[in-house]
């Protein structure tokens, strides 16, 4: 029975060590995901601005109609005040021209708005282009860095699975079921040391008796909280300094 659970702690070093490879390309995949979504969402920002952008010149647009409007009625009214006859009429007229003259002095003013807006908003996406731009070039480079180390990695997993590949054949195929089951369960952790008298798997104190069992290691131990498959793991030596 020694000899099968050292299979079983064989078996869960190289699986550990295979999820450490697979852990550190997740990583770099998502360093390289996290620079491409904070690109993308500088270009949504872009896009936004952009957006504004014509959203204000199509108001200035507007706007410049109604002032050059404005400022015509103020000249129409204006030749008109030459020909009128009664006070009721000049009255009128004048009524209509400081109306226009408002009307032109205000659109004016909405004008000036519209282009430090549209000036600012330009500025703002023109900046976060050139940001982007600068990201994109850094992120390509990362890219080809990353696709290296990853294939690298790759490199030393392929050797590993293979080693996986001949300490699975070692177990009988009821032990190679248990274990596959406990490593699908249990986060990839289906053997584990006890410690202290603890699981190092759920970290629960485990029953005299059953800490003295795992010690003999003659028969097959499990967790009787978490189900995963226990071994004794003798005390690491402290050194005493002299």
């Known amino acids: ?3 099968e659970i050292f299979q ?3 078996l869960q070093a190289i ?3 295979i999820a450490g490879f697979d852990n550190a390309i997740a990583k770099h995949q998502a360093v390289i995901a996290g ?11 872009i896009a936004a601005f952009r957006g504004k952008v014509d959203l204000l010149n199509q108001k200035q647009r507007e706007t410049k109609i109604e002032h050059d409007d404005a400022g015509a009625r103020v000249k129409d009214r204006q030749n008109k005040m030459m020909q009128v006859q009664t006070s009721r009429e000049h009255q009128a007229l004048l009524k209509e021209i400081e109306e226009n ?6 659109t004016e003013d909405r004008i000036l708005q519209f282009i430090e807006q549209i000036e600012q908003l330009e500025e703002e996406a023109t900046t976060l282009e050139n940001l982007c731009a600068g990201e994109q070039q850094l992120l390509a480079q990362e890219i080809e860095n990353v696709d290296k ?9 392929k050797s590993v699975v293979s080693q996986r590949d001949i300490a699975a054949s070692e177990l009988r195929a009821a032990d190679l079921k248990r274990y596959t089951l406990l490593i699908n369960k249990r986060d990839g952790l289906a053997v584990v040391p006890i410690i202290d008298s603890v699981c190092q798997g759920c970290y629960m104190a485990l029953p005299p ?7 003999r290691a003659d028969k097959l131990n499990i ?3 978490c189900q995963r498959i226990l071994y004794y793991k003798e005390p690491e030596a402290v050194a005493v300094d002299k």
């Open 35 to 45: 620079r491409e979504q904070a690109i993308a969402e500088k270009l949504e920002t």
């Open 149 to 157: 180390e990853i294939k690298r990695v790759e490199v030393s997993k």
């Open 8 to 10: 079983f702690i064989k």
């Open 223 to 225: 967790c009787p909280t």
């Open 209 to 215: 008796q059953q800490v003295i069992e795992v010690r």
């Open 15 to 17: 699986d550990s060590q």
């Open 101 to 106: 003259k408002r009307l032109v002095k205000e």
């Open 1 to 3: 029975m020694k000899e």
